[in-house]
């Protein structure tokens, strides 16, 4: 398997392994376990770290299709190479950062993970249109 595939597998790992976070912040709520097993009906209201879990979450599931789509399209096309590569790692670990520095509460460096995972995308996009 090329590393852009490794990186899109990988990167969907992350977006199913972020709710974990926010589960446990929800069974930590009065309740317990039955609350974050339940319906949960009516206002939630979580921890902050588990709010800023679900945030990073839904961010990344935004982003997950159009890098899903550049790997592929790379990958179908014959144009995965060295930079389509570095692109998907690029934006993998800056994934990975964003999470971590979102989760944490940190908000400038937050902002850069976000763009270096989009700098990582342009590198694929660069590949593709070549």
């Known amino acids: 398997m090329t590393t852009d595939l490794w990186m899109l597998t990988m990167t969907a790992l992350l977006s199913s392994i972020i709710p974990l976070i926010y589960l446990y912040g929800r069974v930590q709520k009065p309740g317990g376990l039955e609350y974050g097993l339940g319906n949960r009906d009516g206002t939630e209201v979580l921890a902050p770290y588990a ?55 940190i908000t400038t460096v937050r902002t850069l993970a976000f763009f270096a995972g989009i700098v990582g995308e342009i590198l694929i996009l660069v590949q593709i249109l070549r």
């Open 51 to 105: 709010e800023r879990a679900k945030r990073a979450h839904n961010n990344l599931t935004e982003n997950l299709g159009l890098f899903a789509v550049l790997v592929l399209v790379a990958h179908v096309a014959g144009k995965a190479n060295a930079m389509t590569a570095l692109g998907a790692t690029i934006f993998f670990v800056a994934r990975v950062a964003h999470v971590v520095i979102y989760v944490m509460g």
